[in-house]
């Protein structure tokens, strides 16, 4: 597999224990009074939004092993709902390190990506999940499904759509 070249990478462990040092972050919940309530544990937190009713965070982090070949954002990372005490009450995903995506500028990552709440439910998700390996070059009919699952995340995901094309995101409303 041919990879793809980026400036300004981890070069060594000592990078990695730097960017670790910076990335780590503790979210906490500040409500209008000034209280603030420590959510979790200190993480390396790419993403935290929460969900339209109030109710729920979408939490994205990354994890090691970490690369000295590609971004942090392909990096192994876990996708989690979090109550607002912090609990992970839902893992959406577990992606790995990904070091050789195929060639290509549509080229994706498998496994969920685009993941957002949609604005217009109270605690919906959606997100986009490559049909093809995330190889633009594969003949497929089907190259992206949009999939969608909602509080309290008993039931399975569900397809909401299903594109001959690369899913760019939604206009919720």
Do not use: C
């Amino acid at each position: 597999t041919q990879i793809r070249t980026y400036q300004d990478l981890l070069k060594n462990e000592a990078d990695a224990r730097l960017f670790e040092h910076y990335l780590r972050s503790q979210p906490v919940l500040l409500d209008l009074a000034g209280q603030a309530v420590k959510l979790g544990s200190p993480a390396l937190v790419t993403s935290l939004a929460p969900s339209p009713d109030g109710r729920y965070l979408l939490q994205q982090r990354i994890e090691r092993p970490f690369s000295y070949l590609v971004p942090f954002y392909n990096f192994p990372s876990r996708i989690e709902v979090l109550d607002t005490q912090g609990r992970v009450v839902h893992e959406v995903a577990r992606l790995p390190l990904v070091e050789g995506l195929p060639t290509g500028n549509d080229a994706v990552r498998t496994g969920v990506r685009e993941i957002e709440w949609r604005s217009d439910a109270p605690a919906t998700l959606v997100w986009a999940e490559a049909q093809d390996g995330g190889d633009p070059s594969r003949e497929v009919a089907i190259r992206d499904a949009v999939m969608m699952q909602a509080a309290p995340f008993e039931q399975p995901p569900v397809t909401l759509a299903q594109l001959a094309m690369r899913y760019g995101g939604t206009q919720w409303g």
